[in-house]
């Protein structure tokens, strides 16, 4: 089965711009997380939808991020404006939830940030 | 709230010896662990996990890991490392099914050495 996908793989900006990145998880899942990983560090969560729902977005800085699931399939993340600290891996991942043999989460090759 | 702790940024091990990768967890109730590997430039991917059941995990590329309750460790392991096996790897423990968020360890560094 396809994984699951992100665009851009890249990003470079400048601080105070805005950048928007993409993620389809794998079909069928209606669990999706967003994650930031900062160089050096474990993955932490930024938010998780269920289908178009958000079920967790306590650690999403909402002054400036913004994220959405509008048809429960793919999801766009957005920061504006983007400060250097920012500058981090962004990663997508999708699980179907349910029985444990099924709650795994499957991870996207992540989008690379980097705040100017 | 849960936590995990991989104490060791880095290690390493010699080709053909056997690797242990640490992690211990803190978490109320029954513990989901995970351990998830991440080679460069590529996304994480998915080694093993335990639920309940048998305390040895067995998982991809040879990689199995030990549930030890008493102690709260999930410790990787594996009999015969490979070159390939370098990469950074990330312990996460969860309360599923009551919370289905994951929360990651900072990573640990596996090099192995020809």
Redesign the interface.
Known sequence: EAG?A?SPRYKIIEKRQSVAFWCNPISGHA?LYWYQQIL??????LI?FQNNGVV?DSQLPKDRFSAERLKGVDSTLKIQPAKLEDSAVY?C?S?S?GS?ST????????TRLTVL | AQSVAQPEDQVNVAEGNPLTVKCTYSVSGNP?L?W?VQYP??????LL?Y??GDNLVKGSYGFEAEFNKSQTSFHLKKPSALVSDSALY?C?VSN??RD???I????TRLHILP
Not at chain 1, 104 to 110: E, I, L, R, V
Not at chain 2, 41 to 46: A, K, Y
Request: zero cysteines.
């Open positions: 699951v992100q669990t050096g560090q474990g993955p932490k969560l998780q967790d990663l991942a699980s939830p444990p709650d795994t989460q499957y991870f996207g090759p992540g | 989901y995970f998830y430039n590529r996304g994480l991917q998915f996990k639920i309940t990330f996460a599923l099914p289905d968020k994951i990651f360890g900072k990573g």
